[in-house]
């Protein structure tokens, strides 16, 4: 098995905040704009970490918390904790190890990781670390859709063989957002860095004069729902919708059958304006019950946020851009490091609130109307 290199921790890392500095300093501007960059005036980007900020705790006291632990149930799995390491694109672009160092911190931290399609490491290299321990968390592969079936049905066995355990479709992004950041900063992907483990090329536009290459180019090669019961029955993994935000939408897909969603908006990377994912998980809960896996990323970087995340209705978070930051801060340590102290964090969190499992962070550990204020709820 590649193991990756082992490096040292930036001088006084005690949060996750504190890899970012670190990080910056080793990017080269242009693919820090990629990493960090939102869409448009960067609203939803900035809306995501500010409406964890904005709810209130409303914690217990003098409870008997002996014998606590964060476990949950995810698809079947009894999982140490609710942290899962969200699918990020290109990881050479931030470490020479990319993809392998962050295997092989999740599975030291016992968290769960969803592989990128265009990762720049080998499905089956990033697996290994994950598959060898026992105690990791769960291993899932994220898509975007081709539309080219051949491709598709090699590319879910190739998975499947593999040994990843569940599809996650990513189904808000069909076209890039407008990332001004990156425009101005002259991102451009390096020669040296592609997506391994999508070979081929696309097939070209075949476009008529007068039409649009978005509408009549690219959209016709979207996903839709029928793509949605392609790979239904095209693989039998558990599969989970990534970017769903409205309702009806959770919804359909329960009713076709998906078996987990994902309330993401992109990090605030395509379409700016989007509710933060904070305010988007109530509803999208009521929508689908109980039972229904729910999982939400967008801005968590706190052991508070896992809590107030699981209190609004998730049954885990994921964590995006700050695992990067440590990732480049410090390779594989580096990311460990920062599941580690995320972890730590939702513990104390739950002490100080009185939850002795996972189970008692319910809305009634929420400051009344805290979220409301700020972010009005879409009605379920």
Not at 69 to 90: D, E, F, K, N, Q
Not at 215 to 221: A, K, N, S, T, V
Request: net charge negative.
């Amino acid at each position: 098995m590649t193991t990756p290199r082992i490096e040292s921790l930036p001088d006084g890392v005690v949060n996750l905040a504190d890899f970012e500095a670190a990080a910056q300093s080793r990017l080269d501007e242009g693919v820090w704009a990629y990493l960090n960059g939102g869409a448009g005036d960067e609203i939803t980007r900035q809306a995501n970490r500010a409406a964890w900020d904005a709810i209130g705790l409303l914690p217990r006291v003098l409870r008997d918390l002996a014998g606590g632990h964060t476990r949950v149930s995810l698809l079947g799995r009894t999982l140490r904790h609710p942290i899962l390491l969200a699918p990020i694109a290109y990881q050479r672009l931030f470490h020479d190890d990319g993809e392998l160092a962050t295997a092989h911190a999740a599975a030291a931290q016992e968290a769960g990781l969803i592989l990128s399609a265009q990762a720049s490491v080998d499905l089956r290299t990033v697996a290994e670390p994950m598959l060898a321990d026992p105690a990791a968390g769960p291993l899932w592969f994220q898509l975007y859709w081709r539309d080219d079936h051949d491709f598709m049905r090699d590319l879910l066995q190739r998975v499947q063989a593999a040994g990843y355990q569940a599809l996650v479709l990513t189904v808000d992004a069909p076209v890039h957002g407008a990332r001004d950041r990156e425009r101005r900063a002259g991102y451009q992907l390096p020669p040296h860095i592609r997506a391994v483990n999508l070979g081929g090329q696309k097939k070209p536009l075949d476009l008529q004069p007068g039409q649009s290459a978005l509408f009549d180019g690219l959209m016709p090669r979207a996903a839709t729902w029928r793509e949605v019961d392609w790979l239904r029955a095209h693989s039998p993994l558990p599969l989970l919708l990534k970017g769903v935000t409205h309702p009806d939408d959770a919804r359909d897909a329960i009713a076709r059958g998906v078996d987990g969603l994902i309330v993401s908006n992109h990090g605030g990377r395509t379409l700016d304006t989007v509710a933060p994912t904070a305010a988007l998980l109530p509803p999208l809960r009521a929508a689908v019950g109980p039972q229904v896996p729910l999982l939400v990323d967008g801005g968590i970087r706190r052991g508070t946020d896992v809590l107030k995340a699981i209190a609004l209705g998730a049954d885990a978070v994921l964590l995006g851009r700050p695992y990067v930051h440590a990732l480049a801060a410090a390779g594989a340590l580096g990311v460990a490091q920062a599941l580690r102290l995320l972890r730590d964090e939702l513990e104390i969190a739950m002490a100080l609130s009185g939850c002795k499992t996972l189970a008692d962070a319910t809305p009634a550990l929420l400051g009344p109307g805290a979220l409301a204020l700020s972010f009005p709820l879409v009605s379920p």
